[in-house]
């Protein structure tokens, strides 16, 4: 899972076996300006005055502590805390929401209704129930005058949120629809990199949020000379276990076994089979706003709560770049075209045993696959990859929950350096954000109970219909199957009903063979896209 196309540690490829199809990566090479740790992160920036990527190297973070807390940590405790409701929260990329819908989803606990505003030309984010009787706007309509029309009684309403128009009411009578109580609760939103976000408060002191705080940005994601292509897939396992998984390189050679190679590197410790390696992170900083490491020449680092981001740069001249006051990064240009590579895992809260990832893979070269190549035969390799360790998760996340978010570092082994920044990872759960996502109340704290596993590796209702490549492709390749069918039993028929001598012996033979053919491919077909779009079991022990 820690990779969708590379790890965010080490690169590595896709098997050439595998449905995805990725350039093969060598020859990788990091900034080695070591004086500045900032400037492994040229990229992200956060655009708020109070945040700042670190400006010096702390001490690195250990990979086993005898306690999660010690007297020290507890005061800093109350004085520094992550609050989890003044945060931006990424909904979808823009590029698989439909205009002419509105979309339901939800985030942090909340449900809310995301829906393009033609007459603003704006995305907006509401609370998904309709004031009158909370049933979800999210099953409604865009109307002929471009407001968001609740489908239970007709209901309208703006993009600020102020119902327009309610059907039931009297046309002489009072204007019942200027009421507060009839209004839409509206949630601060804007678009970034092509994501939507949105502010999970709706207090009109937060109406103009942006300005002052915006989501972590990546300049990257929006320069036309990278390439970028976006995956968004809901996940049967909490956030938690996300963002850990992610921070995880050791796994990837058994987990993915079969799936993803991984490079050699300069290692000379001898691999077993699936190609495990000691593996030296060091972290770097560790504090409220921000987790960084270090492993060889992989650069990655944290941005609480959504964000994993990791960055590479591949031979030719090595740039510097150097911190500003403003806590940005700018590059200094280097002779010659540098190739970079960046992994963004945007990691979503969404209920308790479930989370949402967007990933994109920006890089500046080999751009034209991605032109070439449709979106969704990235995303069967991708999706492959995120099945590969789903049941396995699924699973350790309930006996986790047993244990407790707080007793982790005491019932977890984690001895090597393999885990140094999964456990900087659970230490800032634990200092700065309460040990958990903070749900207010929503939750008894008791996880779903497991579903069947063809439920549970879903790929149809987690995937394909919120995905507008895959969706598409899902029609097509089904409409498709139709038309084999139905050339394979025309055939037949025309064979069938050809008097005696009409058709030669080897027309006849001919034709007979092309409806086994049409037979044959619309059957292979059916599973194709049964393996692809729906479910794709993954047995670890025959790989």
């Not at 690195?60 to 807390?69: G, K, Y």
């Not at 819908?101 to 609370?127: A, T």
């Not at 967007?358 to 032109?371: E, K, V």
Request: proline share 7%.
């Amino acid at each position: 899972m820690q990779a969708i196309k590379a790890s965010p540690f080490s690169p590595f490829h896709l098997n050439l076996n595998s449905t995805s199809s990725f350039p093969k990566i060598t020859n990788l090479y990091i900034h080695q300006n070591y004086e500045n740790p900032i400037s492994c992160f040229p990229s992200i920036q956060r655009q708020n005055a109070k945040f700042k990527l670190f400006t010096a190297i702390s001490p690195s973070v250990s990979t086993e502590s005898e306690t999660p807390f010690d007297e020290k940590t507890e005061n800093e405790n109350q004085q520094e805390k992550f609050e989890w409701y003044a945060e931006w929260y990424p909904i979808m990329p823009i590029c698989d929401l439909d205009k002419r819908r509105p979309h339901g989803k939800k985030v942090m606990g909340i449900d809310v209704v995301v829906w393009w505003d033609r007459n603003e030309k704006e995305w907006k984010v509401m609370d998904d129930s309709c004031p009158h009787r909370y049933a979800p706007l999210s099953e409604g309509r865009i109307d002929q005058w471009g407001r968001l029309q609740c489908v239970y009684h007709g209901w309208c309403f703006n993009g600020a949120g102020d119902c327009k128009f309610i059907p039931q009411a009297p046309r002489d009578g009072p204007p019942v629809h200027t009421s507060k109580r009839a209004c839409a609760t509206v949630y601060p939103s804007c678009v970034q990199n092509d994501i939507l976000w949105f502010w999970p408060n709706s207090d009109p002191l937060y109406k103009d949020i942006y300005l002052t705080k915006r989501p972590p940005y990546i300049p990257e994601l929006d320069d036309s000379s990278f390439s970028k292509t976006f995956i968004v897939r809901d996940i049967s396992y909490g956030y938690e276990l996300l963002i850990e998984n992610l921070m995880d390189p050791a796994h990837v050679q058994y987990s993915h076994y079969g799936i993803m190679n991984v490079p050699n590197c300069l290692c000379t410790v001898k691999a077993d089979r699936e190609g495990g390696r000691p593996l030296d992170i060091i972290v770097t900083k560790l504090d409220v706003n921000v987790i960084t490491a270090n492993q060889g020449p992989g650069r990655n680092t944290f941005v609480p709560p959504c964000v994993y981001y990791s960055y590479f740069a591949f031979g030719g001249p090595q740039g510097k770049t150097t911190a500003v006051s403003s806590g940005t990064v700018q590059e200094k240009p280097s002779v010659g075209k540098q190739k970079k590579a960046l992994l963004v895992f945007i990691c979503i809260p969404v209920s308790p045993g479930h989370s949402r990832i967007i990933f994109a893979s920006p890089r500046n070269f080999a751009t034209w696959a991605d032109r070439i190549i449709p979106r969704w035969i990235f995303h069967l390799g991708q999706n492959l990859i995120l099945d590969s360790d789903l049941y396995l998760l699924h699973v350790e996340e309930r006996k986790l929950k047993e244990i407790g978010s707080y007793n982790w570092h005491k019932a977890c082994y984690v001895p090597t350096k393999a885990d140094a920044i999964v456990v900087a990872f659970r230490r800032w759960l634990n200092k700065y954000a309460g040990g958990q996502v903070d749900w207010r109340g929503k939750y008894n704290g008791d996880l779903p109970p497991t579903p069947p596993r063809e439920q549970l590796l879903d790929r149809y209702w987690t995937h394909t219909v919120n995905c507008t490549s895959c969706n598409l492709a899902y029609k097509g390749l089904n409409a498709l199957e139709v038309v084999l069918q139905i050339a394979s039993i025309g055939v037949i028929a025309i064979v069938a009903a050809a008097k005696q001598g009409t058709l030669s012996v080897v027309a006849r033979y001919s034709l007979v063979t092309i409806a086994l053919l049409c037979f044959v491919a619309s059957r292979w077909l059916s599973h194709f896209i049964y393996k692809n779009f729906h479910f794709h079991d993954y047995d670890h022990a025959f790989r």
